[in-house]
């Protein structure tokens, strides 16, 4: 991971305080600290990804405090989160391209899928009841074709049982 100059570090920080506060939030260290290692997360993360990831620098960060920072962040729309089965929930940030997943119940796969994938659906449940479903980063739970094929090939299979 590139190391950032004292210079770009201050210029990433002065721009996470202009974006808190362009959703109305305080500007606090706690929050650009974890906004700095949201947006160093490639992919989803928890609220533990993120403290693993600041907690050396800034032991005064608790977890409990990167799980109310979240959910703040959420609530303004900087973070979505998702439950993909992981037995916690995941984040990412609001500005990647909206999609959604499909988790595989037997081996646990995520597939992920443009949004458009949902958009039928979101037409129709508009249609007959109209409701306005608000799809931002679903998960949806199932079994993928892998997995469904591998369950064929057993039924197909002479039953051994006497």
């Not at 570090?9 to 362009?22: G, K």
């Not at 979505?80 to 391209?97: E, K, Q």
Request: aromatic residues 6%.
């Amino acid at each position: 991971m590139e190391t950032l100059t004292d210079t770009r570090v201050s210029r990433a920080r002065s721009d996470y305080a202009a974006l808190l506060r362009s959703r109305g939030l305080r500007v606090t260290p706690q929050r650009i600290v974890i906004l700095d290692a949201i947006a160093g997360a490639h992919d989803h993360f928890s609220a533990e990804d993120i403290h693993s990831a600041i907690a050396d620098d800034n032991p005064g960060i608790n977890l409990s405090t990167v799980y109310r920072t979240l959910e703040t962040f959420e609530r303004h729309h900087l973070v979505r989160r998702t439950d993909l089965g992981l037995n916690r929930i995941v984040y990412h940030w609001s500005g990647r391209a909206p999609h959604h997943h499909l988790v595989c119940h037997a081996c646990g796969r995520i597939i992920e899928i443009d949004d458009d994938a949902l958009q039928a659906l979101t037409r129709e449940l508009e249609r007959r009841y109209g409701f306005h479903a608000d799809l931002q980063h679903q998960s949806v739970f199932g079994h993928c074709a892998n997995c469904l094929n591998h369950q064929e090939d057993e039924e197909r299979l002479p039953n051994d049982k006497p």
